[in-house]
């Protein structure tokens, strides 16, 4: 089990980016969240199976199709794992 905690920047709000990662997440068996940021950017947690959490960072570098990701930087974090996925 691994967690990863993501921002995500460029054009990231308003492109249906945290619904998108969302769906992705639940697809790949990841839990943790997606949540918007004053300064327009993301920031996603995502917990789970190392290659499930490393596929999802890779979908985070290329996004929905509206979105234009400028960058992703993450780091490993300890924590407890969410039950589901969400957003906020």
């Avoid at 068996?29 to 996603?44: H, I, M, P, Q, Y």
């Avoid at 199976?49 to 570098?61: C, H, I, N, P, S």
């Amino acid at each position: 089990m691994q967690c990863l905690l993501c921002r995500v920047t460029g054009r990231v709000q308003g492109v249906f980016f945290r619904a998108s990662t969302q769906r992705e997440a639940r697809r790949l068996g990841v839990t943790g969240f997606a949540r918007n940021l004053s300064d327009g950017s993301v920031e996603v947690l995502a917990c789970g199976e190392t290659a499930a959490v490393a596929a999802l960072k890779a979908w985070l570098l290329r996004g929905p199709p509206d979105a234009r990701v400028a960058e992703v930087s993450c780091e490993a974090v300890t924590r407890q794992a969410p039950a589901d996925f969400s957003t906020g």
